[in-house]
């Protein structure tokens, strides 16, 4: 339960930051996946965030709309689309990525590097139980 709890406080507290920003998770994670692979096409995007592909038509539509993401045809498809974040984008990013940053040291007082990377394995462990689980 202790596990379950932390994740709806984080996610909870994750939602109010980013609304300050007018962003909800699912807009994050699909900026920082294209900021971070200029070039990425829907599809790509969708496997790389965990969603649908319809899931991620509304993300691009809304950052296109915002300024936040570009799409450009691809050059060596041209039934196909790719994304690019703007400089808007970037810069958006680059200011969560500070705001985050600290959030994480806060969210971390008083937990040792020792304690912080035990953790750290252990949630990646969690995750990949999950995939696993997920895939039978």
């Known amino acids: 339960m202790s ?3 932390t994740t709806r406080q984080i996610d909870a507290a994750c939602a109010t930051m980013l609304s300050r920003h007018g962003l909800s998770e699912g807009l994050f994670a699909a ?3 294209v900021h971070a692979s200029p070039g990425i096409t829907p599809g790509a995007l969708a ?3 965990l969603v649908t592909r319809a899931t991620v ?3 691009v ?3 296109t709309k915002r300024g936040l993401l570009e799409r450009a045809a691809d050059p060596t498809d041209r ?3 790719t994304l690019h974040a703007t400089g ?3 810069t958006l990013v680059q200011e969560l990525s500070a705001v985050y940053a600290t959030w994480m040291e806060q969210l971390t007082t008083g937990i040792s590097n020792h304690q912080r990377n035990a953790a750290f394995e252990m949630l990646d462990t969690v995750q990949r139980n999950v995939r696993r689980g997920e895939e039978s």
Do not use: E, N, P, W
């Open 3 to 5: 596990l379950l709890t």
């Open 31 to 33: 900026l920082l996946a």
């Open 47 to 49: 496997s790389q965030i």
């Open 57 to 59: 038509t509304g993300l």
């Open 61 to 63: 539509d809304g950052l």
């Open 79 to 81: 039934r196909s689309q």
């Open 88 to 90: 808007a984008g970037g």
